[in-house]
């Protein structure tokens, strides 16, 4: 077993510190379903003046969130336009056709934006013949993509579009947090183009458990309907809200030694004979880079054994991502151990 483990799989391995079980441990509580627990409440309040919307809720997962929301806003049979290779569409096990009973449609999103004109071209009236495309979904920043912050002017076009045939708009923003502090701009002005909003906590924020989804009050009062029908109704959930706040107080401002330690493995990877990567696409805590010889699974196995873990995602890319419990020397092992593979090109 290597002496000093990098653990770059993803920014959802961190552990709660101290401060935060410290955090947790103090919270007061109640019960949830009532509405009467006062850190839940006080999460849910904090988020949605931070995002811009009339109420929030508290959710289990972001996949629950963002569930919750095209369940909401849709009917079954509907379209729900989506940007290519988002996480809705790649990771979340199908769950919008499974409980929504919706198609989803995927656009270009090679910006890590839903292409305007592709969204035009692919959105469907509900004529006589056709489903309806009911629901426009962005993701911020976009995973698949290398953590690309997605562009706000691509958004506010194709949101017009959406608008203008009646469509709802919801953004996966679970790493909206990142987007934030990449470009300086609140979350709410982040979010400003979209209806609903989901963010999580237990990635960049580094809590154990736990998303938020905001938007108006009346969509809030149906998500937590169907949270109830989706299982995800909790009882004295003011433990995880604890470490929520506590999270967004000591955890957000600090992404940004983050994105630096990204840059610099981008920077590494960008050198090594193996691998490709664009440095301009790095824009946050997340690098994906090109294996052309095809042995990305290899690569990710001669780093395990080095103490480095990262996750091959197919057999030509591999992903690294930086979070709070990697420092500077993880990053050191790190660029010394992907520096030193023995890799075919």
């Known amino acids: 077993m290597p002496k000093r483990i990098a653990d770059l799989r993803s920014d959802t391995v961190t552990r709660p510190d101290s401060p935060m079980y410290a955090a947790m441990v103090s919270a007061t509580v109640g019960d949830d379903i009532h509405g009467d627990d006062p850190s839940v409440n006080e999460l849910q309040e904090r988020f949605a003046s931070l995002v811009g919307k009339e109420a929030a809720l508290f959710v289990p997962s972001g996949s629950m969130g963002n569930s919750i929301a095209i369940t909401a806003w849709t ?28 198609e989803l449609v995927e656009v270009d999103s090679s910006t890590g934006a839903p292409d305007p004109a592709e969204v035009r071209r692919r959105y469907k009236s509900g004529g006589f013949h056709s489903s309806r495309s009911s629901l426009l979904t962005f993701e911020n920043t976009h995973n698949y993509r290398g953590g690309l912050v997605s562009p706000k002017c691509l958004q506010e076009e194709a949101a017009a579009f959406a608008r203008e045939n009646g469509m709802q708009i919801h953004m996966d923003g679970a790493r909206l947090w990142n987007a934030s502090i990449a470009t300086g701009q609140s979350m709410a002005e982040l979010c400003s183009v979209s209806d609903s909003v989901m963010c999580c906590l237990s990635k960049g924020l580094g809590c154990p458990v736990g998303s938020l989804l905001a938007g108006p009050a009346d969509f809030i009062g149906e998500a937590k309907r169907l949270r109830k029908i989706f299982g995800g109704a909790m009882r004295q959930a003011g433990v995880l809200a604890g470490a929520g706040l506590y999270a967004i107080g000591h955890n957000f401002s600090r992404l940004v030694e983050d994105h630096t ?39 990710q196995e001669l780093a395990e054994k080095r103490g480095v873990r990262l996750f091959a995602l197919n057999d030509y890319e591999i992903r690294l991502v930086t979070h709070k419990d990697v420092d500077d020397a993880d990053i050191d092992h790190a660029v010394d151990v992907l520096a030193s593979l023995k890799v075919t090109t």
């Not at 079954?76 to 929504?100: K, M, N, Q, T, W």
């Not at 805590?285 to 290899?298: D, E």
């Open 75 to 102: 009917r079954r049979g509907d379209e729900v336009i989506i940007p290519s290779e988002c996480h809705i569409f790649r990771y979340e096990c199908g769950s919008a056709s499974f409980l929504a009973g919706v």
């Open 261 to 299: 330690r990204a840059k610099r493995l981008a920077a590494t990877l960008g050198e090594l004979p193996w691998a490709e990567l664009d440095l301009e696409m790095v824009h946050t805590n997340i690098v994906i880079a090109q294996v052309p010889s095809k042995q990305a699974q290899l690569v």
